[in-house]
């Protein structure tokens, strides 16, 4: 079946500076990749749609600047978390789908910790 | 706007006993229905889905979904719990088939304990 890998599974990292976070669908082309956060014991919010080759279209009340996101190829997309601060400490999320029907695929989630 | 409830934050069925898992959903178009599995630490797997046809839906592991348009519901079910079903269950909504072309809404979640 289709496969989602996230990359990595857990990070630590000092505050103010910057995590990249990446999302791969492993045997399948994703054209819409989506990242999501999400709290302790809660559901899951979604951040941004991340499309192949254009820029990322954010929620609202999420900051563009400091989530950066790119989806260079159909393989590939990247969120990055600039000058991080506790407060960003969360359970990061992507999914992706191909075309048609599919259900999205989720990867396995990164655990981001901010000291 | 869509969004999904899930009612029970917490449900403990004993092990064998049948399971079930509520969800109900409010959208202005037809729904399209999803439930995902969550394990500690992970991401969500998905169990089932609802587009069309027959209100019965069977997924993996088996589970099934009945959906409801008269109720605005979709209650995940399971003849007969394992413990190894003891996760996070999330309810999430589309107005897109196409899961690619639709953001999906999710439920907040319950958690489903299967005791020995």
């Known amino acids: 079946g289709a496969v989602v890998s996230q990359h990595p599974s857990w990070v630590i990292c000092k505050s103010g500076t910057s995590v990249k976070i990446e999302c791969r669908s492993l045997d399948f082309q994703a054209t819409t990749m989506f990242w999501y956060r999400q709290f302790p014991k809660q559901s899951l919010m979604l951040m941004a749609t991340s499309n192949e080759g254009s820029k990322a279209t954010y929620e609202q009340g999420v900051e563009k600047d400091k989530f950066l996101i790119n989806h260079a190829s159909l393989t590939l997309s990247t969120l990055t978390v600039t000058s991080a601060h506790p407060e960003d400490s969360s359970f990061y999320i992507c999914?992706?789908?191909?075309?048609?029907?599919?259900?999205?695929?989720f990867g396995n989630g990164t655990r981001l910790t901010v000291t | 706007a869509q969004s999904v409830a899930q009612p029970e934050d917490q449900v403990n069925v004993a092990e064998g006993n049948p399971l079930t898992v509520k969800c109900t959903y409010s959208v202005s178009g037809n729904p399209y229905l999803f439930w995902y599995v969550q394990y500690p630490n992970r991401g969500l797997q998905f169990l089932l889905k609802?587009?069309?046809?027959?209100?019965l839906v069977k997924g993996s592991y088996g589970f099934e979904a009945e959906f409801n348009k008269s109720q605005t519901s979709f209650h995940l079910k399971k003849p007969s719990a394992l413990v190894s079903d003891s996760a996070l269950y999330f309810c999430?909504?589309?107005?897109?088939?196409?899961?690619?072309?639709?953001?999906?809404?999710f439920g907040q979640g319950t958690t489903l304990q299967v005791k020995p």
């Open positions: 999430a909504v589309s107005l897109s088939p196409a899961s690619n072309t639709g953001k999906l809404i």
């Open positions: 999914s992706a789908s191909g075309q048609g029907h599919s259900p999205l695929h």
């Open positions: 609802y587009i069309t046809g027959d209100n």
